[in-house]
């Protein structure tokens, strides 16, 4: 069963960092691609980034400079490095498994911008 478990996030004022995790099982982790979205209250889900099986990041472009992306395999974990935070990155940050055409997602975790 393929499982995956966000966390990192929480409550920061603009300008500050945070580093989500996604902890994943059930899966073979090296095989497919990973991403974050997110989703604001009253708006749709949105792609952020996206790292490929070999490691090659996109980013948004609203994120790209602020945002890393990263996988470890060993750990069987990616991360989501958020820099200089904006209020409007405010929302519930997921992640998603691509493998084979299928799709994986986590619960999410809230990140909050505050002024």
């Known amino acids: 069963q393929v499982q995956l478990v966000e966390s990192g996030g929480g409550l920061v004022q603009a300008g500050g960092s945070l580093r989500l995790s996604c902890a994943a099982s059930?899966?073979?982790?090296?095989?497919?691609?990973f991403s974050w979205y997110r989703q604001a209250p009253g708006k749709q889900r949105e792609w952020v980034a996206t790292?490929?099986?070999?490691?090659?990041?996109h980013y948004q472009d609203s994120v790209k400079g602020r945002f890393t992306i990263s996988r470890d395999n060993a750990k069987n974990t990616v991360y989501l490095q958020m820099a200089n935070l904006k209020p409007e990155d405010t929302a519930t940050y997921s992640c998603?498994?691509?493998?084979?055409?299928?799709?994986?997602w986590g619960q999410g975790t809230q990140v909050t911008v505050s002024l």
């Open positions: 998603n498994f691509l493998y084979l055409g299928d799709n994986y």
């Open positions: 059930g899966l073979i982790f090296n095989a497919g691609t």
């Open positions: 790292i490929t099986i070999n490691g090659l990041p």
